[in-house]
């Protein structure tokens, strides 16, 4: 049994509701606010009301997006199955076609906003409109034997869709997919200058720059939904802070041996142009200049050096310092979630730090851990850890506090 269906129905207001047609756990926080005395029966009403009308499954929109997606793949699977048999004109045209009958749905049921036209039909045919571009741009290329490559395609997809993907998307899901392809793009302009990039030593340096430069675009305004400033910039710093991640709890301690010295040059490069440029995108934004944001900041700019930081190193103090700087990256990422009241950042960040100290114990005690002592060792560890960061927290807030605060 659904537990917020049993609490619910014991609140006035709230009870008015079915509790399953609410997110979960909200009927239960509504119950304890309004019997905290923050909230009254009206209120608490008023939200249940408005929270399950907008978290209400729109099965008719599921329908209609999974209909879409079947007719173009029973399209693709007609075509495929007569490949050769179907005139080069005839394909072609079709699939001009196709494209031409979706840009005009899109364009009347974007007219049609104004009139309470669902919404989902315009985001449906819009995604499809932009799948079907990439696929006709590789079609063309295939039937008349043109020579290219995928950053080409890429680039000319992009260049087609990205005006009406930035100016009338609203769906996340088309978002991921347009900037999923400007990093293929980038990756794939990348990979063709690759060998010279690498000779002169900035192939790290021009991924930092290609960073760098998505980063930035959160200073530019918004075209028409400020959304998609906030994704790009979101999207750009967790795909930074993952990376950093990654390189310090999987690929420097699976890496036995020191880089040669040429991709450590690179990357050392690399970190200092990367926290230039980072710094310089984040100050973009007059907002981030200031209190937490600006932390976020430094953090983020900081984050190439940490990276490289351990490749420098070799044996028992690469070890040491990647596990520390792992454990104070996402200390620091833990103090600014607290901050900003992100619990799930919060829980995230210490979940990882118990990982990574325990992957310690791990690695130096061997079957220790398998044991009551490695865990009662690996429990204390973590109690200094977080007596540490408390300590340092602490410490920071001090120093952040205005003159008069301080003692």
């Known amino acids: 049994m659904d537990p917020t269906a049993a609490t619910a129905p014991d609140v006035p207001g709230v009870g008015e509701i079915d509790a399953g047609s609410l997110p979960s756990g909200l009927a239960v926080r509504l119950a304890d606010w309004q019997a905290a ?25 599921a329908l209609a997006i999974l209909g879409f ?110 900037l999923l392809g400007l990093g293929c793009w980038l990756g794939s302009v990348l990979s063709d200058h690759w060998l010279s990039l690498h000779e002169w030593r900035l192939s790290g340096s021009a991924i930092m720059l290609c960073f760098a430069a998505l980063y930035a675009l959160r200073a530019l305004p918004p075209p028409v939904d400020p959304g998609w400033t906030r994704h790009v910039g979101r999207a750009s710093a967790g795909t930074l802070v993952a990376t950093t991640s ?58 190439p050096g940490l990276a490289v930081l351990p490749f420098m190193l070799e044996g028992t103090a690469a070890a040491i310092i990647t596990g520390i700087l792992f454990c104070l990256y996402w200390i620091a990422i833990a103090k600014m979630a607290l901050v900003a009241h992100r619990p799930g950042l919060f829980k995230l960040a210490v979940a990882l730090i118990a990982l990574r100290v325990f992957v310690v114990y791990l690695d130096a005690t061997g079957g220790l851990l398998a044991t009551g002592f490695g865990l009662i060792i690996g429990g204390l560890v973590l109690l200094g850890l977080a007596l540490g960061a408390r300590r340092v927290m602490e410490w920071g807030d001090r120093l952040a506090a205005p003159a008069e605060e301080k003692p």
């Open 37 to 61: 005395g923050l909230i009254g029966a009206d209120t608490a009403s008023r939200i249940a009301a408005f929270e399950a009308a907008r978290h209400r499954p729109r099965l008719p929109a």
């Open 246 to 303: 990654f390189v310090l709890l999987v690929l420097r301690p699976l890496l036995q041996e020191t880089p040669p010295p040429e991709a450590v040059t690179d990357a050392s490069i690399a970190a200092g142009i990367g926290f230039v440029a980072i710094a310089a995108a984040h100050a973009l934004v007059p907002a981030d200049r200031v209190g937490l944001r600006r932390g976020v900041g430094l953090l983020l700019a900081l984050s």
């Open 69 to 178: 997606f079947a007719v173009a793949l029973g399209i693709i699977a007609i075509v495929a199955a007569n490949w050769d048999a179907i005139p080069i004109a005839l394909r072609l045209g079709l699939h001009v076609a196709l494209n031409l009958a979706l840009g005009v749905a899109a364009w009347v049921w974007y007219r049609g906003q104004g009139e309470g036209m669902p919404r989902f039909r315009l985001e449906g045919a819009l995604l499809l409109l932009s799948l079907s571009t990439l696929a006709l741009i590789a079609h063309i290329g295939q039937s008349f034997q043109l020579q290219g490559d995928l950053s080409g395609l890429l680039g000319f997809w992009l260049l087609l869709v990205t005006p009406f993907t930035i100016l009338v998307v609203r769906a996340p899901l088309h978002r991921w997919l347009w």
